[in-house]
């Protein structure tokens, strides 16, 4: 006879034992449930943030380009503003200097790879400062020709003063139309002059394997490399440009190099430098285009050399290399 009461145990184990499996069965299925969820969310908070990133450095690039246009313009009014000086005083030469200062250590902040929103909110500042300060060297210029005005206006006066007036009027009015068309053609111009980056002067020594290699030692350099980027100007043409070098030896002299084109050239300010040579540089507005030459001497003093670059009738790069 088959007893009951000891088959009722095995059948409560067995029991038992299906339900602790259904319950890790039902676990697992819970914690791979939240690991796939956590792969999804992760995976597009990273995608997000990628997406967050190239679109700060595209702010941060357009913000760039935005700024170095509005220096181009101001540099365009202080350099125009400066043509109309008739009078010469030490407040006017002051002011001149310091403002030719800021621009460099905005050109500077702009020029900078990797730049960041504070550097922008930094030069974005300045530019504004220096936008000021030639308001007021304006004011300034305005009050010498206000005084150079009333002392022509005396003498005038006394010979016939109705036809002198009327002549002064004409005069006046056809000049500030002069003006307005040469400040709308000055900011055309103004805009399309290049801007440079990325500026590196090396010496360099060739073995006689014809390896070059960089120094700095006077005494055993061979040639000096000059490197720079040309940027991109959608207000320029995609054509050929010329840039004119000026190289500035140790002792203040330009320097003059073996099968270079050494002359004369006037800036739009007016005044006349002397350059060490003529480069021509196949430009595209787009993409801009990469400069590199190379000057061979017969002797390289120790010292410092500063070299100017110009272009479109402005000094747009300067960078220099001591010889030890």
């Not at 059948?11 to 069965?25: A, E, M, P, R």
């Not at 440009?241 to 320097?255: A, F, I, M, Q, S």
């Not at 402005?314 to 030890?324: A, D, E, R």
């Amino acid at each position: 006879m088959t007893d009951y009461k000891n088959l009722e145990p095995t059948n409560n184990s067995k029991h038992k034992k299906d339900f602790i499996k259904n319950i890790i069965i039902a676990t697992l299925a819970v914690c791979l449930l939240l690991a796939v969820f956590y792969i999804v969310y992760t995976e597009e908070a990273n995608s997000k943030n990628s997406v967050e990133m190239q679109g700060n450095i595209n702010d941060l690039e357009r913000s760039r380009e935005i700024l170095k246009q509005e220096l181009r313009i101001v540099r365009a009014d202080f350099d125009d503003a400066k043509t109309r000086v008739v009078k010469r005083d030490s407040s006017l030469g002051y002011q001149d200097r310091m403002i030719l200062e800021k621009q460099k250590e905005i050109q500077s902040i702009l020029n900078k790879e990797g730049i960041t929103s504070d550097e922008l909110q930094r030069a974005k500042r300045l530019i504004a400062s220096l936008q000021a300060d030639i308001k007021v060297f304006k004011e300034e210029i305005v009050r010498l020709k206000d005084e150079n005005l009333k002392l022509t206006n005396k003498n005038t006066a006394l010979a016939s003063e109705n036809s002198n007036l009327s002549d002064q009027k004409k005069t006046v009015e056809s000049d500030l139309n002069q003006e307005k068309e040469n400040k709308n053609n000055l900011i055309k111009e103004t805009n399309s002059t290049l801007s440079i980056s990325n500026y590196s002067i090396k010496g360099l020594v060739v073995k006689s394997s014809g390896r070059e290699v960089e120094t700095n030692r006077a005494r055993r350099i061979d040639k000096v490399r000059v490197t720079f980027d040309l940027d991109k100007n959608l207000n320029a043409t995609s054509e050929n440009k010329e840039l004119y070098v000026t190289v500035y030896k140790p002792n203040g002299e330009v320097g003059k190099f073996v099968g270079a084109h050494s002359g004369d050239i006037t800036l739009r300010s007016g005044s006349a430098i002397r350059y060490s040579d003529r480069v021509n540089v196949n430009y595209n507005n787009m993409s801009g285009a990469r400069v590199k030459f190379d000057w061979v001497d017969y002797e390289f003093p120790k010292g410092e050399y500063k070299i100017d670059i110009y272009q479109n009738g402005y000094k747009v790069g300067q960078n220099t290399i001591t010889l030890k």
